[in-house]
């Protein structure tokens, strides 16, 4: 099971930015996955159902949800093991926990996961 660990949440004020990081844990089969994998980037509101966000392809092709695309980018830094997301422009609306998972492409389009990590609190607010 690939563990992973997200980071870099905050208080930011609208229009401001912030920088996201999922972690692969130390072990080698959640480093390798987080290098190999297709990982997406997912958040939840209070009182709604989590959604994917962002999604990288293993080959590294991204795709955003229509309320964060040209706000948002996820990248990949495989000598860091991470996958982060750079969040810009931010709005009240995006206020959320964020989590990120690994797996295949289908898994995380579906965010179909058994386990999630305990995310990161992102909060846009003046």
């Known amino acids: 099971q690939v563990q992973l660990v997200e980071s870099g949440g905050g208080l930011v004020q609208p229009g401001g930015s912030l920088r996201l990081s999922c972690a692969a844990s130390?072990?080698?089969?959640?480093?390798?996955?987080?290098?190999?994998?297709?990982v997406g980037w997912y958040r939840q509101a209070p009182g709604k159902q989590r959604e994917l966000v962002a999604a990288?392809?293993?080959?590294?092709?991204?795709s955003y949800v229509a309320s964060v695309k040209g706000r948002f980018t996820i990248s990949r830094d495989n000598a860091k093991n991470t996958v982060d997301l750079q969040m810009s422009s931010l709005k009240p609306e995006d206020t959320a926990v964020y989590y990120c998972?690994?797996?295949?492409?289908?898994?995380?389009?579906?965010?179909?996961?058994?386990?999630w990590g305990q995310g990161t609190q992102v909060t846009v607010s003046s």
């Open positions: 998972n690994a797996g295949a492409f289908d898994t995380v389009i579906a965010g179909t996961f058994g386990s």
């Open positions: 990288l392809t293993s080959g590294d092709s991204a």
């Open positions: 130390g072990s080698i089969f959640s480093i390798t996955a987080m290098a190999i994998y297709a």
